[in-house]
């Protein structure tokens, strides 16, 4: 049994609430959050819970009195899950795809509005099980979110992104220049969520090796111009 692309998406998502409330989550709580039936939610856990991913215990029901349920917790396995180390080699053609793929999206949501845009990559990025296609995906977001802004705050933080004295201190610069006018507009619910996800965007950029760092200041540059 393998970690899936779905699997993923739901493990990324019961860590999400896990992180927000600190709190054991109940399969139902995570049906309703990713828009699934509470039966499909626990079947997809008890398949997780196998790979070790994540462990169950039993809370009292304060609803019905002497009832317990069951409730899931993420592992240190799955905390380790974008902080494993490098050790794969960078595969040039799948990046390319992805890099084809984030584009694409990019072009497809031009007239999408902004809060069902930044969802949409929301959807795609809890996909993502390799920490480079996280990233790339990431400034993806962002650049969806700088491009429904566009004007003068695109052509500005543009001009910041090339002057940078480097590619990394480039891509930090775009990352905490967008967030700084994102977290003013988004709604509590989405800003909290990018913020969350931009954390570990961060995390993930120092942890990439050099020549990843540079593909993705690549592949950030030549977003721009599309």
Do not use: W
């Given at each position: 049994m393998a970690l899936t692309k779905r699997r993923l998406q739901f493990l990324h998502k019961l860590m999400d609430l896990y992180q927000k409330t600190n709190l054991p989550i109940h399969y139902e709580a995570l049906a309703k959050s990713i828009g699934v039936s509470k039966w499909t939610a626990y079947d997809m856990l008890k398949e997780i819970e196998k790979l070790g991913f994540i462990s169950r215990s039993y809370e009292v029901n304060s609803k019905e009195t002497g009832r317990s349920q069951v409730v899931f917790i993420p592992t240190s396995k799955a905390s380790e899950l974008f902080n494993q180390p490098r050790s794969e080699a960078f595969d040039l053609t799948d990046w390319n795809k992805t890099v084809a793929n984030i584009?694409?999206?990019?072009?497809?949501?031009?007239?999408?509005?902004?809060?069902?845009?930044?969802?949409?990559?929301?959807?795609?990025?809890?996909?993502?099980?390799?920490?480079?296609?996280?990233?790339?995906?990431?400034?993806?977001?962002?650049?969806?979110?700088?491009?429904?802004?566009?004007?003068?705050?695109?052509?500005?933080?543009?001009?910041?992104?090339?002057?940078?004295?480097?590619?990394?201190?480039?891509?930090?610069?775009?990352?905490?220049?967008?967030?700084?006018?994102?977290?003013?507009?988004?709604?509590?619910?989405?800003?909290?969520?990018?913020?969350?996800?931009?954390?570990?965007?961060?995390?993930?950029?120092?942890?990439?090796?050099?020549?990843?760092?540079?593909?993705?200041?690549?592949?950030?540059?030549?977003?721009?111009?599309?």
């Open positions: 584009s694409k999206l990019l072009k497809d949501l031009k007239n999408t509005g902004l809060n069902e845009a930044l969802r949409k990559m929301i959807d795609e990025i809890v996909k993502m099980n390799t920490r480079i296609h996280f990233c790339a995906y990431m400034i993806g977001l962002l650049l969806v979110y700088l491009k429904k802004l566009g004007g003068k705050t695109e052509s500005l933080i543009h001009h910041i992104v090339r002057k940078a004295p480097s590619k990394e201190s480039g891509m930090t610069m775009f990352i905490g220049t967008v967030m700084g006018t994102a977290i003013q507009t988004l709604n509590e619910d989405l800003g909290h969520e990018i913020t969350e996800l931009v954390s570990k965007l961060l995390k993930s950029i120092s942890d990439l090796s050099r020549e990843e760092k540079d593909m993705l200041a690549d592949f950030l540059e030549r977003s721009f111009a599309t």
